[in-house]
């Protein structure tokens, strides 16, 4: 079955970084565009960046812009976000998510920026 696993997240010092990874599988994972999500403790899920399935076309937040990349490598099926300069403001859940016949989610991985 379709399966998304995040890792990478943890507990980073404001200006800090961290490569968040999303493992794929049970699609063709060249096929579809992926996109990462957050959501902090008492707020929506937001999108923070997306990127097209041949990697050529990225889209992000104008929150993250400048401080989050996002890039896949299609020979092994996984989608990255390197974030960097962090923020308190950037703690959340992080998601990554394929838009199928209906939206597939992973379980999310937590960034948690503090001092």
């Known amino acids: 079955q379709v399966q998304l696993v995040e890792s990478g997240g943890g507990l980073v010092q404001p200006g800090g970084s961290l490569r968040l990874s999303c493992a794929a599988s049970?699609?063709?994972?060249?096929?579809?565009?992926m996109s990462w999500y957050r959501q902090a403790p008492g707020k929506e899920r937001e999108l923070v960046a997306a990127?097209?399935?041949?990697?050529?076309?990225?889209t992000y937040a104008d929150s993250v812009k400048g401080r989050f990349t996002i890039s896949i490598d299609n020979s092994k099926n996984t989608v990255y976000l390197q974030v960097n300069s962090l923020k308190p403001e950037d703690t959340a859940v992080y998601y990554c998510?394929?838009?199928?016949?209906?939206?597939?989610w992973g379980q999310g991985t937590q960034v948690t920026v503090s001092s």
């Open positions: 998510m394929v838009r199928r016949s209906v939206p597939i």
């Open positions: 990127i097209s399935n041949s990697g050529g076309v990225t």
């Open positions: 049970g699609f063709t994972f060249s096929s579809y565009t």
